[in-house]
């Protein structure tokens, strides 16, 4: 037994039982329902199991919903970013980005975003008044002094980003690998009137093309030599158009389009590390803690003095995720980020994000309101999305892109489902399953088993509790050992359910904290 804890291990403390809550979805005063565990630290191998068997984070808290009680059921989603090709609608949101930054054009109409989620609190909103009592338990004290400092130095200018923050500019023409397979059949079919080009038939050109290049076919009839003012004889017409690619656009062409050399605005993306708080992110914590205030008072109609800096480094700031730089792992390390986009020098949206071995998982983002009209929300997960396909360059195991929780009975909680392909997780079996194979369950169901198989099983369940590992009066014991020391029958049952919610793995890695 040791009687010390290990720099890379996990330690968690686990409270036992489920109550009934306000949820934050629905509304309903005592219809969510949850398992918590306080995360004192994580590794991101454990995280990545965790969020695997339907655990998320919110700071320090860990949570998991009790699937077959809660009044929204709330399922695991991811979307192979591999694969993903933007929708039309996605399209819109990227090409109006591109608008509004060469020229300054701020599109009309309604902003095509996706419905916000709830805030940070309200997911957890019965685990609330349990978070404020554990603030003692965790970091929050730096980063609040840290804040407080800044507040008071608001003419100090920002230092410049660590050697491992990324910063990704818009003028950037960098083309990432789109993941799709090398070997790709097309088959063009006639569509029926009104559902788009015929691809058998040639491209249609648009009428200044072709007046461009009758003009230069008659003056290349009167003067042979090529001689002319203003062009150059070219064995082919100069304004033929471009031929077209059978391949559409990928996510990385639309998003890193060339823009002018006079381009009206200037939009840079900065992935900081927030915990530990990189210098960076030190030096620009005030200001995002101030577009985080704005965000919570325009768009969620919270009171001026609701937003505090105690709420946003508790929620936004503190992590329980250890920083880990392995060398086969991406050039900005694993754990918690914040990835900032900077508009002309100042911060209008960031997205709290976790960098784990096999995803990049969301956590939350927000954004300055004044810029709603730019489908923030929209335009960071497609950020996000190229980011992770990014990062699987360096580091192949790492192709997901982790949205949170999909939640099919809340109709403005469905839009998750429209980045494709995705995938969700079976709440019994723990397995993968696309997303079209569920639709119709739930539309029949809240709660559903998505594995088809009535034989299978969660295989990563608890199945030799005596090798869960407890850290008890600075010790570290199996489980087999405390048992024998504890006379409390409810001890057993608590510890078995926590054995059952994070799986054999987990439990044997990961230190039970026990009073």
Wanted: a positive charge; hydrophobic letters at 30%; one cysteine or more.
């Amino acid at each position: 037994m040791a009687s010390w804890v290990a720099l890379s291990t996990s330690v968690v403390e686990y409270f036992e039982g489920e109550d009934f809550y306000r949820c934050g979805y629905c509304k309903n005063e005592s219809g969510s329902r949850s398992n918590g565990m306080w995360a004192h630290s994580l590794t991101v191998r454990d995280y990545q199991d965790l969020i695997d068997r339907g655990w998320r984070r919110s700071g320090k808290y860990v949570y998991k919903p009790v699937m077959n009680q809660t009044c929204c059921p709330q399922y695991t989603i991811r979307c192979r970013s591999l694969q993903f090709q933007p929708s039309k609608s996605h399209k819109k949101v990227l090409k109006k980005m591109l608008k509004f930054l060469a020229k300054g054009e701020i599109s009309k109409g309604n902003c095509e975003d996706e419905p916000m989620e709830p805030t940070m609190e309200d997911a957890v909103a019965g685990d609330v008044a349990l978070i404020n009592k554990l603030d003692l338990q965790c970091d929050l004290k730096t980063l609040q002094e840290s804040l407080e400092s800044e507040e008071k130095k608001k003419g100090r200018s920002a230092k410049k980003a660590e050697s491992n923050d990324l910063i990704q500019s818009q003028h950037t023409e960098e083309k990432l690998g789109t993941g799709e397979p090398s070997h790709s059949v097309e088959v063009h079919t006639v569509p029926k009137p009104g559902k788009g080009a015929d691809l058998s038939k040639p491209p249609c050109r648009k009428a200044k093309e072709i007046r461009k290049e009758r003009k230069r076919l008659k003056l290349m009839q009167q003067n042979p030599a090529g001689k002319l003012e203003g062009f150059q004889a070219h064995p082919e017409p100069l304004f033929l158009p471009k031929p077209k690619s059978n391949q559409p656009k990928s996510l990385e062409d639309l998003i890193f389009e060339s823009l002018p050399e006079n381009a009206s605005h200037k939009l840079e993306v900065r992935v900081v590390r927030s915990s530990p708080p990189s210098s960076q992110f030190k030096a620009t914590m005030l200001e995002s803690y101030q577009v985080y205030k704005r965000y919570q008072m325009v768009i969620h109609k919270h009171p001026p003095d609701k937003p505090t800096i105690s709420q946003f480094t508790r929620f936004l700031c503190s992590s329980p995720l250890k920083a880990e730089n392995p060398p086969n792992g991406p050039d900005c390390g694993y754990g918690s980020f914040h990835q900032q986009y900077w508009l002309d020098g100042k911060i209008i949206a960031v997205g709290v994000i976790d960098i784990l071995p096999h995803c990049v998982s969301s956590v939350y983002l927000y954004y300055d309101p004044d810029y709603s009209f730019l489908s923030l929300g929209v335009y960071s997960a497609l950020r996000e999305i190229a980011f992770t396909r990014q990062l699987h360059e360096k580091t192949p195991q790492l192709s997901y892109y982790y949205m949170g929780f999909y939640i099919h009975s809340c109709p403005k909680m469905k839009y998750k489902g429209h980045y494709r392909p995705s995938d969700l997780l079976c709440p019994e079996t723990y397995v993968w399953v696309p997303i079209e194979q569920c639709l119709s369950s739930l539309e029949n169901s809240k709660y559903c088993r998505f594995n088809q198989d009535p034989e299978a099983v969660d295989e990563g369940r608890s199945k030799e509790p005596d090798r869960l590992q407890v850290y008890h009066k600075k010790t570290t014991m199996p489980y087999g050992v405390y048992r024998k020391q504890q006379k409390d029958p409810s001890e057993e049952a608590a510890v078995m359910q926590y054995a059952s919610l994070v799986g054999q793995a987990c439990s044997e890695r990961m230190l039970l904290f026990r009073s």
